[in-house]
């Protein structure tokens, strides 16, 4: 199937999986969830169904954590993905949403200008100032839509929000209700209406949570990928997917080519070698599994369109310079030390050293 939209939602892109996993799950499914827990599951994690249809894996990391996040969403507790970026937040958030309400769109995007009513509703000031406060003039959040359908509403960013406005979420998370004091009225939430929100390790402090609303939230934290083959197929799999989806005419990225990628985001974030032997400075840069893949992803356009269609040290090389390089003093020294004490005595690493150095000054 074609699609001309740019990016379409989980629910949509995975239909055929949601369907095929619907069609097998026979276990109990809580009040309004399209597919059971066990279900959600194995969509995120992937795995092969009885009837032969392969699910892709979604999210690549342990088990437990998904597990421990479909089993908050069955409790009255919301869920709060906490982690550094680039973990895969808002990529689970999205296919948790869509796996359980078939429904990824209700989402409020956190940020330091998020106001009361883009979590609670708005008006529609022709028809207020016409007719007064009515529920017809009353526009409601995608908070208030997910309270009344009984599904899943997305919060991103959570700790960006400044702190009072935060705070609206605490009645909707403890009594289940949304109050219209204009109309004298309320939505309560209907069943199968939880919270996924994310927050980022890094943001900490910024707006830290209260502790009100801390307890009304199951946190799981999303790993860094535990270890380089992990990580390794976390950017195959979803560089080769990325690829796909704009149409490049270039062949996929070699796992060689990946794996060097890695090895060196690896080691800059981790401060060591991979044998352990050489200790190396780390840029300030986050060097996330997300930045590895879109240095993939735009080698792959520039072997595309001016290389030969396969993906090359040159084509790699500007992709790396701007994800390590994101400070010009401090972590250009720091690459230029990696380039000349790392990456030129490295066995077959040659033609990665020389176009790495062809445009690092
Ligand atoms: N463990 C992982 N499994 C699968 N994909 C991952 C993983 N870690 C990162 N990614 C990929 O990285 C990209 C960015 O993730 P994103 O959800 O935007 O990060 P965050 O919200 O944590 O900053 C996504 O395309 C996602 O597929
Ligand atoms: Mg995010």
Redesign the pocket.
Known sequence: MTTTLLREHAEHQYAQELDALASVDNRQRPPQWKLSPWAVATYLLGGALENGVTITP????PRRIVEIAVATLTTDRALLLL?V???????VSEHLAAAISGDSTLLIQGTAGTSEESIRYGWNYARLLADGPSLQALVPSPMMRAMQDGKIARVEELTRIPADVQDSLITVLSEKTLPIPELGAEVQATKGFSIIA?ANDRDKGVNDLSSALKRRFNTVV?PL?ATPEEEVQ?VQQ?SASLGRALELPAEPASLAEIRRIVTIFRELRGGVTEDGKTKLKSPTSTLS??EA?SVVNNGLALAAHFGDGTLSASDIASGLLGAVVKDPVQDRLVWREYLETVLKERDGWKDLYRACREITD
């Not at 979604?58 to 990391?61: D, L, M």
């Not at 970026?85 to 990529?91: E, I």
């Open positions: 979604k999210y690549i990391g982690g970026p680039g973990t895969a937040k808002t990529w994310t999303l990928p976390i979803r599994t997300a893949i």
